[in-house]
């Protein structure tokens, strides 16, 4: 996907589960691709998430780990009307 600002967007999805394993992200006019992989998909009551990010595809990749994900914990339907 190409967004206005020139960005782009590459997702990468699972064939048996449709879940986003990968994604790289590229400014305008920019060589550089950022690539994100999301692995360890578990449920969070109802959701299937990812519980792990690896963040870059080089030995220096960082990785971020999902212990708790809260859904519209604090969101109420009043929040959807006017």
């Known amino acids: ?32 691709v950022s690539t994100v992989y999301f692995s360890d998909f578990k449920k969070f009551g109802d959701l299937l998430f990812y519980s792990k990010m690896t963040l870059g595809s080089h030995s220096d990749a ?12 604090l969101i109420t339907e009043g929040d959807f009307t006017k």
Request: aromatic share 6%; charged share 35%.
């Open 62 to 73: 960082q990785v971020a780990t999902i212990k708790k994900l809260v859904i519209n914990d």
């Open 1 to 32: 996907m190409q967004f206005i600002t020139g960005k782009t967007k590459t997702l990468y999805i699972e064939k048996k589960t449709f879940n986003i394993i990968r994604e790289d992200e590229k400014k305008a006019g920019s060589a550089e």
